[in-house]
């Protein structure tokens, strides 16, 4: 007849056999994890499983030796069924509950961020505007934004918060909560990107830090002032091919004291594009680990220049794709087309 093993029974067990029984229920309780959060792509934060993967990690828990006798094999069969008692399914059921109360706040957290991105793209006399955003995870760290002035300057900002997921994602909602209420201002340009620098300093973590750009584009005048707080550096891409890189600004924000920034200007003329981007499309990866790169962006923006903006992001998609192949994106996607007609 069949061993029923039951909680607390398996105590009565060696503690070589009650080890085999933990890291049973270890396996199942992860196992159960992985299929839940993968749905997401979210991380595992919980310390519990932490402690599991730190036990199966130090004991030979899976060693099916050589030579092992049938009744030592029917013993470890009848152990595994420990899984089934109620130890096993009161912690699959706590983690599972505690994967359901963090995906509800999840839920929250996205539905507050997805207001923070502006609904309406801007429209000037001459020019087009476009954007493509798309996090690596449920909720990202990218973050764009349009501000408009009573003038009709048009403030423009693409912003790339270290690392991915919650964090992140709240570190771009507060910046983008400050800077809507300094832009009001009218401040210089470097005064406000110091300022957020300092605001950023006092509120992030230690390992936390932000590339940033942002830029006012004037269409009365079809000029541009920027900053560049060491974002990767956006291209203002001519019908003739020549690309110039926007680099002028500053260090990257929330990391260095007393930092200071420098107003870089640019003009446009018709048929000129403006490109902003995050790491996450010219550091894509492809198979053989080689990344996008800026000139295959430029490239497919000169090839398609002539289309409407919305097709020539979806040509640069498109490329991204082939190249990526089925190696999935490791960061958020943020493109920002900006063009002179």
């Not at 030579?67 to 069969?77: I, L, W």
């Not at 991105?117 to 764009?144: L, N, Q, T």
């Not at 979806?314 to 490329?319: A, N, Q, V, Y």
Request: aromatic share 10%.
């Amino acid at each position: 007849m069949r061993e029923k093993v039951n909680y607390p029974a398996y105590l009565k067990y060696s503690k070589q056999d009650q080890t085999k029984i933990i890291s049973e229920i270890a396996s199942e309780v992860i196992n159960n994890k992985h299929l839940i959060l993968r749905k997401h792509n979210m991380h595992d934060t919980a310390d519990q499983l932490a402690n599991f993967e730190i036990i199966i990690n130090n004991f030979d828990l899976f060693d099916r030796r050589k030579g092992e006798s049938e009744k030592t094999r029917k013993k470890f069969s009848n152990i595994r069924n420990a899984k089934r008692n109620h130890l096993a399914w009161a912690l699959i059921n706590e983690m599972r509950n505690k994967i359901r109360f963090f995906e509800q706040e999840l839920d929250i957290a996205r539905e507050i961020l997805q207001k923070t991105v502006p609904h309406k793209i801007p429209s000037a006399d001459g020019y087009e505007f476009h954007v493509y955003y798309k996090p690596s995870r449920y909720i990202g760290g990218d973050y764009y934004d349009f501000f408009v002035t009573k003038d009709g300057k048009i403030y423009f900002m693409v912003v790339d918060v270290a690392g991915k997921g919650l964090p992140s994602s709240l570190i771009a909602a507060s910046m983008q909560a400050f800077l809507h209420a300094e832009m009001h201002n009218k401040r210089p340009l470097k005064n406000l990107v110091t300022e957020l620098n300092d605001f950023l300093i006092e509120k992030l973590i230690s390992e936390k830090f932000v590339s940033f750009f942002i830029g006012i584009l004037n269409p009365k005048q079809d000029s541009i002032q920027y900053i560049n707080a060491g974002n990767t550096p956006p291209y203002i891409i001519k019908r003739s091919g020549k690309a110039a890189a926007l680099k002028k600004g500053g260090p990257i924000l929330g990391m260095f004291e007393n930092a200071t920034y420098k107003t870089g200007r640019s003009t446009l003329s018709s048929g000129d594009f403006l490109a902003l981007f995050t790491n996450g499309i010219v550091g894509a990866f492809n198979e053989f680990e080689e990344q996008f790169s800026e000139e295959r962006l430029i490239r497919t923006i000169l090839r398609e220049q002539t289309k409407p903006l919305k097709e020539v992001v979806s040509s640069i998609l498109g490329e991204l794709k082939d190249f990526c192949g089925e190696q999935p994106f490791r960061d958020d996607v943020t493109l920002l087309l900006i063009k002179k007609k």
